[in-house]
């Protein structure tokens, strides 16, 4: 794989890796408003572009388990990451040796 090829996976990787992790903070935030409300709460979600109605245990288990399969896709975007990087670095180790230094001429 080229050098431009590998950084373009790396940032594809990287712009993945952090909408998981912005998605993961929503749902944190949204276990811990549920925490504060009452088992009979009224709740919402949204299914494409409709609101249904929904329970809090049911909603709370939706997002526990939406929770763990985002936490699995961030440790392997994490794996993938540290390849990719891997990677780039060794590339740009054979490139600096083939280029290899510069030497002077005598003069």
């Not at 996976?9 to 409300?37: D, F, H, P």
């Not at 572009?49 to 929904?54: D, E, G, M, Q, R």
């Not at 440790?75 to 990677?87: A, I, N, P, S, W």
Request: hydrophobic share 35%; glycine share 4%; no cysteine.
């Amino acid at each position: 794989m080229r050098y431009q090829q590998l950084q373009q996976s790396l940032q594809s990787v990287l712009v993945q890796k952090q909408q998981v992790e912005l998605e993961l903070t929503e749902i944190e935030q949204a276990l811990t408003e549920l925490k504060n409300m009452a088992e009979d709460v009224v709740l919402y979600k949204s299914i494409g572009s409709l609101l249904v109605k929904s329970e809090k245990a049911k909603t709370v288990a939706d997002l526990n388990e939406r929770k763990e399969l985002l936490s699995t896709r961030t440790t392997v975007l994490g794996k993938h990451e540290e390849r990719l990087r891997g990677q780039l670095k060794d590339l740009q180790t054979k490139i600096q040796q083939d280029l290899g230094p510069v030497s002077q001429a005598p003069p």
